[in-house]
């Protein structure tokens, strides 16, 4: 079992900056990709970025590309969103999931989910 616990959401202003944190424990997680998922009220979770075990994979949903950077520190074992020019369509709980394999921007394909954490951008 991988276990996820996500940080650092809240309430800011449009064009302000947010950085989400998830930090995994468990099973062995070598060779894992983990990713960024976002939900908004009454729409299906979405996919927002992922990131492999290597750093060298990394992808992006077009309406994020330029404003968000996705990394990872594997000696902590923890995936970062780094959140820029927020807008009030950011708004969201954003989860963090993890999984072994390839990246697949449907959520279903994921194994493993934290909580989730709410971001708010209001304009």
């Known amino acids: 079992q991988v276990q996820l616990v996500e940080s650092g959401g809240g309430l800011v202003q449009a064009g302000g900056s947010l950085r989400l944190s998830c930090v995994a424990s468990?099973?062995?997680?070598?060779?894992?990709?983990m990713g960024w998922f976002r939900q908004a009220p009454g729409k299906e979770r979405e996919f927002v970025a992922s990131i492999n075990w290597s750093r060298n994979s990394i992808y992006y949903t077009d309406s994020v590309k330029g404003r968000f950077t996705i990394s990872r520190d594997n000696a902590k074992n923890t995936v970062y969103l780094g959140m820029n020019s927020l807008k009030p369509e950011d708004t969201a709980v954003y989860y963090c999931?993890?999984?072994?394999?390839?990246?697949?921007?449907?959520?279903?394909?994921?194994?493993?989910w934290g909580q989730g954490t709410q971001v708010t951008v209001s304009s």
């Open positions: 468990g099973r062995t997680l070598n060779n894992n990709v």
């Open positions: 999931g993890a999984k072994w394999g390839n990246s697949y921007a449907d959520y279903r394909l994921w194994d493993y």
